[in-house]
């Protein structure tokens, strides 16, 4: 079994997305440890409501192919097209940032995914989620990793959040 670690983002209807998201990766690879719950402007375009991002880890047999179909379907099945521009609005956004330790391109997909390294919305929760595992080609934790990264790169806050009646996130102080 292969761990595997994805971002989760949304900025339409956004609990009831990431609550299908996160209901379809227990439904189909038991329950996944996940991130707290991050509110973040969007990245790339201006024109567009804030998202709510987290990361799950889980374990599977599947093939870094297979999981990326997989990925791409859960969104299709919640109403994200096909022809979307790659910066607009989203119903869901799952993308795999980690395979295993997998480096390179891999049925297609870049591992790991280099969102990790720069994006404040993908690194903090790894960083807290995940703190002692490391970047497959950076080498540090990712704990280190977010210890390193500029602060001022972009604002984002943990929210509260409730999925299947237990709060998974808590708002405090924005970050």
């Known amino acids: 079994m292969k761990q595997v670690t994805v971002s989760i983002g949304s900025n339409i209807e956004r609990e009831r997305h990431i609550r299908a998201c ?6 189909n690879f038991g329950t996944p440890d996940v991130s707290r719950v991050f509110e973040s402007e969007p990245v790339g375009f201006e024109d567009g409501r804030n998202f709510y991002n987290l990361i799950a880890v889980f374990h599977t047999a599947l093939s870094v192919g297979q999981l990326q179909s997989w990925c791409k379907q859960l969104e299709y099945a919640n109403g994200r097209r096909k022809d979307s521009p790659k910066f607009s609005p989203r119903t869901l956004d799952i993308d795999l940032l980690t395979v295993d330790g997998l480096i390179g391109n891999v049925d297609g997909v870049t591992l790991p995914r280099d ?3 720069f994006h404040a919305f993908v ?3 790894m960083a807290e989620l995940i703190p002692e595992q490391r970047h497959p080609l950076d080498g540090r934790t990712y704990a280190e990793m977010w210890a390193d990264f500029p602060r001022t790169s972009q604002r984002l806050w943990p929210v509260d959040f409730t999925w299947q009646g237990r709060q998974i996130s808590h708002a405090d102080t924005p970050e």
């Open 123 to 125: 690194l903090l929760p």
């Open 22 to 27: 996160l209901d379809a990766l227990q439904a």
């Open 115 to 117: 969102e990790i390294t």
